[in-house]
C-alpha cells in the first residue's frame, strides 16, 4: 500500500500550487463582460499570438469552445465530418446536435486519423437529398486514439481536400500543447490550416479551469454572441485568467517530462502477463490498458485499494493518464503495483 494515491485518471485532476494561487490571488480584474478585465485580454492577446490567429476568447471550459466553433461556422441543418471517436462525438453530450442543430458524419480513423480518401469518400453528391456538408473537425491530440498526434502532412492533406470542397476547418487542440511538444510542430504551425482552434489550460497545463477559442477577428465576434446567449460570459474571470497564463509560462515546457512517464509505464506494462499495451503507439501522456479477459472496473478497484488510481474505459479497458502530480519514482512504483496484481 502507497502513503499517497498515485492518481492517473486524467490530466485534468491537478490543483492549483502556491505559487499558482498566489498569481490568481494577485490578478487584477474587472467586469469581462463590459471589457474591464485586464487579465482576461492580456491571456486572449498571449493565446492568439501563440496560435497564429487574429483574436482568442477564454471560455469556462473545452466542450464550450468547440460547440461554439461549431455554431459559429455552421447552419442548422448542416452536416459536419469527424472521426467517430472524436471527443466532440463522445463526450459532449449531444452538443451539435442541441446547440448546432447539425448532424454528425463520422469517419473511421485509425486511433482518430483519418485520410483525405476518407473524407472524400465520406462527401455526399450536391443534392437537395443531403444534409450540406460545412466543416471538418479534427482532434489533436486525440483521445480516444491514445493521445496520438497528427502528423503535419496528414492534416495538410485532409485540410487541401477540405478546402478544396469548400468546408470550413475547427482544430479541437484540448491537448495542442501535447502534440507540439512530442512533434516539434508549433501550436501555431498546426493551427494555421483551420479556422478555429480550441486549446485548454485545465489539462496537462494544470490550470484549475478555463479553454479558449481562437480564429479570425470576425469569427470570433459571433462566437463571443453565442457565448453570451449560452451563458458562458463571465464578470471578474481575470483570477481564472491568471492561473491560466501562469499555466503557460511555467507548464507547458514540462509536458515532455509526462510524455517520458507515459512511455516508461508502456514499456514496464509491455513486460508483464495479461495486458495488452500499444508501447509503440504511446506519443504523449495518455495510455490505454487492455485487460485482456479481466474484468476493468474491478481491476481498477484492486489498483486504487493499492493506491494507484485509473479509469476503466470500457469492460476491458483501463485509461492511463500522465500528469503534473506524478514523477518517474511514482511510474515505478505503478509498475510495482501491476506486477503484484495475479
Ligand atoms: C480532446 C478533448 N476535447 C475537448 C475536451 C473537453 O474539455 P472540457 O472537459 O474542458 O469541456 C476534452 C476533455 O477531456 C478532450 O479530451
Known sequence: MLNGKIDLRSDTITQPDTTMREAMASAVVGDDVLGDDPTVQELEQHTAELLGKEAAMFVPSGTMANQLAIRSLTRPGDAILLDANAH??????????????????????????????????????????????????????????????????????????????????????????????ASGVSEAGYADHFDTVSVCFSKGLGAPVGSALAGTTNVIAKARFYRKQQGGAMRQVGILAAAAIHALEHNRSRLANDHANCRALANGLAKLPGLEIDAAGTETNMLFIGTGRRDAAALAERLNESG?????????????????TVNSEEINQTLTVFGQLN
Request: with cysteine.
Open 88 to 181: 466532440i462525438h463522445c463526450y459532449e453530450a449531444g452538443a451539435p446536435a442541441a446547440l448546432a442543430g447539425v448532424q454528425v458524419s463520422l469517419l473511421d480513423g485509425q486511433r482518430g486519423l483519418f485520410t483525405a480518401e476518407q473524407l472524400e469518400t465520406a462527401l455526399p453528391p450536391r443534392d437537395n437529398h443531403f444534409a450540406p456538408p460545412s466543416l471538418v473537425c479534427i482532434e489533436n491530440t486525440h483521445n480516444r486514439g491514445g493521445g496520438s498526434v497528427w502528423p503535419l502532412a496528414e492534416i495538410e492533406s485532409v485540410t487541401n481536400t477540405a478546402r478544396q470542397h469548400g468546408l470550413a476547418l475547427h482544430l479541437d487542440g484540448a491537448r495542442l500543447w501535447n502534440a507540439a511538444a
Open 308 to 324: 494507484v488510481r485509473l479509469l476503466a474505459t470500457g469492460p476491458h479497458t483501463l485509461r492511463a493518464v500522465t500528469n503534473l
